[in-house]
């Protein structure tokens, strides 16, 4: 190995490199307060690392880059611990970068002759802030999309070049594909040579001036004080380091990763917001309106910029103790104490409201559900927001939600509750014993048929005969056999008949509940098989075709196997009032409208 060293060293030079960087002297001695930057430039090579990581599988396309980010997140194996130190990590470096600059500060290291280097270190926090703003667009989920579809907005309304420059970056007028590559190649290409240029001239600087020392110091003392890099110092360098890193996977493993919304929908409204680091800016635009909104937005992170720059300049006296640059240093410190209090103002508001809180909850509800069906079921080829086309039922929830609930769902209902337990046996229970209440016809305009007289075992038997004609496999074939003997011999096969082709006054109960059957109740309840022509239902043979109302009616029978969520109904004697309308119903002509039975 000595040999293979004595190579390399001939060869690189390795060896006087190394020396430089380890002898390096730190006047005073090691300190805790010089740590950051190395923090710092540790958390940028993690970056880097699980940049690289993530780009395997990342896919930048508006089609794409959703589902190649939630197969990363649920899929990959520690695919959700990589994109959360990602993640994390980009929040630590503008944390970490912001607390090597207040310790820069305090310190005095931004006067002659590092000014320089200060300013660099300026425009590397506007770089991170850049990378990422550019990075919480690429999951192309509601998040990311809204919140910087209103950064480039703003953009958008700077004079003179703000069109040109929203349009550079979103790559036309509306958000798409070109707008995807441009922020991953800002993201994964400019901005990264950028920040590694800036950080080899700040060290390049660093090297040259040395550290900064503790303004109490004398010279004397600080020579006498001097230490080299190794080991003091780059031992208080790692332990920082080991803290930051377990901080990182600490609140990698609690929250289990980053959060990925649901898909980016360009046609939906939401709430969008920042990641906390843009906050303060955030609640700042709402006390401004109009161009006065554009004016702050656009206006305040150059001032903001420009101080931060400006402050060697202005603070030119020899002096580093911080009681006498207090004006200086209290400018800077203002800098922060507002940003705080907004950004504290921005989150207390939210959490206070609590319509907002509603519908991040329905957001975070919609997410889970578009991440759990691309686990189960991929996400199609259109990408993004086709994942829900793959939930069973779609199609017919869409048509239900459009033509249906309206009536069978919610207070405001005008015919028979349909949800889950519908023709289940405890549905079926409740309706035989008062099908004119609220939960069934006691909406409708026409109540013909009234409660059944049977109780007790033969109303279960009842029930199973008409649950039979479902489909349902689990049907008691004796007790359903018993049900149809009481179903003759009682007065139902005065109204309703069990077969395949007679009609009479009331619907034909033959495979009530099946998917063929409710097809064609749903095109025409209005035929005499069903209800006749006085049913309030219109028909759905149009606009929807047999193959869309089956649809509907495959998911209508999945209901039934679900747990019916009202009380068993009580069989009792009926009231006067209700006997003596069911003997007016008795002795009404055979034409009269037909009893119901949804």
Known sequence: MAKVRAWLDDRTGYRKLVAGALD???????????????????????????????????????????????YIQDQVSLGWFIRGLHSYGASAMVILACLHMLQTAVYGAYKKPRELNWIIG????????????????????????WA??????????????????????????EYGNLTLTRFYAIHVFLLPGVLIALLIAHIGLFRRHGVTPHWRHSAEQLTE?????????????????ALAFAVLVGLNFYSHGAELGAPADPSSNFDARPEWYLRAVFQALKYFEGPMEAVVALGVPPIVGGILIALPFLDRGESRNPRKRMAYLGLFSLLFVVAGILTVLSFAEDAADPELQERLEAAEARAAEARELAVEHGVPAAGGTAVFTTAPHYRALQIWTKDCASCHQGSDRTGPEIGPGYNSRPWLHNYLLDPRGDLFFGTTSDQMMKPVKFRGADLDAVVEAIYAQTGAGDVDAKLA?????????????????????????????????????????????QA???????????????????????????????????PYPHPRARPGPPPAEQTKKDDEIEGSEPDSPKPRVP
């Not at 300026?122 to 850049?130: F, K, Q, R, T, W």
């Not at 193959?547 to 009616?553: C, F, K």
Request: proline letters at 6%; aromatic letters at 12%.
């Open 225 to 241: 004080r001097t230490q080299p890099f190794w080991p003091d110092q780059l031992f208080k360098d790692m332990v920082a380091i």
């Open 122 to 145: 300026v425009v590397m926090l506007g770089v991170i802030l850049a990378f990422a703003l550019t990075g919480y667009l690429l999951p192309w989920d509601q998040k990311g999309y």
């Open 481 to 525: 056999a018993r049900g149809l003997d009481i179903f003759e011999e009682e007065s139902c096969s005065g109204c309703h008949t069990i077969d395949e082709v007679s009609e009479d006054t009331g619907p034909n109960l033959f495979e009530r509940g099946t998917v063929d059957y409710l097809t064609d109740l749903i095109g025409h309840a």
């Open 528 to 562: 005499e098989r069903f209800y006749g022509e006085d049913s309030e239902m219109p028909p759905f043979f149009d606009p929807y075709n047999r193959e869309q109302r089956r649809a509907v009616a495959e998911w209508l029978v999945t209901l039934r196997d679900q």
């Open 148 to 173: 910087t579809k209103v950064a480039t907005g703003i953009a958008g309304t700077s004079p003179l070049i703000g069109e040109q420059l929203q349009q550079g970056v979103q790559g036309g007028n």
């Open 24 to 70: 390096e002297p730190v006047p005073g001695g090691a300190s805790f307060a010089y740590v950051f930057g190395s923090v710092l430039t540790f958390v940028f090579v993690l970056q880097a690392i699980t940049g690289v990581m993530l780009a395997f599988y990342y896919s930048p396309s508006s089609t794409d880059a959703w589902a190649s980010v939630a």
